[in-house]
């Protein structure tokens, strides 16, 4: 079901709780919220729509990936970009790593670790810091 976007600073500050089983609902409105935005977003968080459960869902190519807890494991090249948000007005200068290693559960809670590089690792991070109440 496509949800509302969060604008409230207040919300998107509060870090997210783990995900469970009875959240796997979030993941399809994150997906369905997300293709609604497709055409000015690529990734979202849960508290993007007013959950605050650790769940993103990143556009990766012609893919819309569910990730739930996902956690980055490793992380490397660090460089500095300007990104925006759905959730926010404008742009701002935020700080990135190329490349990340990111463990996380899939819809059916199986476990998956995967490599990311350049922009698909850029979205992963953006949308693992809402997790964390972090805005850029």
Known sequence: MIKSINHNLTSLKKPSTPATKADLATATN???TLKAHQAECVGMAANM????????????GPFALAMINPKITAQ??????TEGCLSLTGHRLTNRFKTITVSYLDQNFKTHTGDFSDFAAQI????IDHCNGILI
């Open 76 to 81: 490397h090249d660090p460089y500095q970009t």
């Open 124 to 127: 992963i991070q953006h949308e």
């Open 49 to 60: 729509i007013g959950v605050h459960k650790r769940i993103i869902v990143a556009q990766i």
């Open 30 to 32: 994150l997906l369905d």
